[in-house]
């Protein structure tokens, strides 16, 4: 089953993979990182489908999708 996974400290924030993610399970933190910035997380990251839109529109390269 695929997991989402985002890194924090990579993520500077910029929403995209908010508005891209077919299911809305990527939201912005409610605190910052190590950048200053409110990063992207996915609070049930279990429910991911593995469509990868998240990691194709990632600036940073800060999500990947892991196969469980």
């Not at 997991?3 to 508005?19: A, M, P």
């Not at 077919?22 to 593995?50: D, H, R, W």
Request: charged letters at 20%; aromatic letters at 2%; hydrophobic letters at 30%.
């Amino acid at each position: 089953m695929p997991r989402i996974n985002i890194n924090q400290s990579r993520c500077k924030g910029c929403g995209l993979c908010v508005d891209v993610c077919p299911k809305n399970l990527i939201s912005v933190a409610g605190e910052m990182n190590k950048k200053g910035v409110y990063p992207s997380f996915s609070p049930q990251p279990e429910l991911c489908t593995g469509c990868r839109l998240c990691v194709t529109v990632c600036p940073d390269v800060a999500i990947t999708i892991l196969e469980e």
